[in-house]
């Protein structure tokens, strides 16, 4: 099942909750939601504050990726405020299998984030404890960069070194996805597309949703 992930990180957020409804009619899958806390990436957005007031307008998952350091003191709350998918950085977290651990006991999915630059040796010592994969295609920080290409390459090794579809494992990719360029991402084995600008920056959601998923399907 391919998802599409709308990260509202693009959306005008003077009315965040028509954008989250405007998402949801042209058929997203999973509201994507950007959390940046100034250490980790060179950007603040959001806390568990505005996950809740999200939670109440939508019933579609809430897909968290958290860009922040020391991520285990901070997933109960955004777990209380609603989040269904959290996914944490290999880069920030000393012990990550601890806090995917953690999110899983709370009956939550749990996913790891890799950068664009960081090697994904090592998978198989925290795979038990992982319900997705996120593969970084921008460096993380800032919604409407260019994709860097190369790095899907990494989404087919990840894939094929760890027969992730056998496992049921999937593999959502973020950063710089587009009508344009989603063709790409799909041949790469990607599972979920996060598009941010991709989506928000189009004249209409629907039309861009409905092309993307055409796209994809046609793989
Ligand atoms: C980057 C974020 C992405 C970003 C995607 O730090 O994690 O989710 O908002 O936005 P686009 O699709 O514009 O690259
Ligand atoms: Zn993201």
Not at 30 to 45: A, E, Q, R, S
Not at 79 to 99: Q, T
Not at 187 to 194: Q, S
Request: proline share 4%; with cysteine; hydrophobic share 45%.
């Amino acid at each position: 099942m391919k998802m599409i992930a709308a990260s509202i990180l693009s959306a005008d957020c003077t009315k965040l909750g028509e954008e989250i409804k405007r998402v949801e009619e042209a058929g997203v899958d999973l509201i994507h939601i950007d959390v940046m806390d100034g250490h980790f990436v060179p950007n603040i957005t959001m806390g568990p504050f505005v996950v809740e007031s999200i939670r109440k307008i939508t019933d579609l998952p809430l897909d968290v990726h958290l860009m922040i350091e020391n991520p285990i003191f901070f997933v109960e709350d955004f777990i209380r405020a609603g989040a269904d998918w959290i996914s944490v950085h290999v880069e920030g977290e000393k012990h990550l299998e601890r806090v995917l651990s953690k999110i899983r006991s709370k009956g939550k999915k749990a996913g790891v984030v890799y950068n664009p630059a960081t090697s994904i040796e090592g998978f198989e010592f925290i795979e038990h404890v992982v319900d997705f994969v996120l593969i970084m295609t921008v460096n993380p920080g800032f919604g409407g960069q260019k994709m860097i290409e190369p790095v899907l390459k990494k989404v087919t090794m990840l894939k094929e070194r760890y027969n992730l579809e056998e496992k049921g494992i999937p593999v959502e990719v973020d950063g710089g996805i587009k009508v344009e360029n989603i063709k790409k991402v799909a041949l790469a084995g990607a599972d979920i597309f996060v598009s941010g600008s991709g989506i928000f920056k189009s004249n209409d959601y629907r039309t861009t949703v409905e092309k993307m998923r055409r796209i994809i399907s046609e793989i």
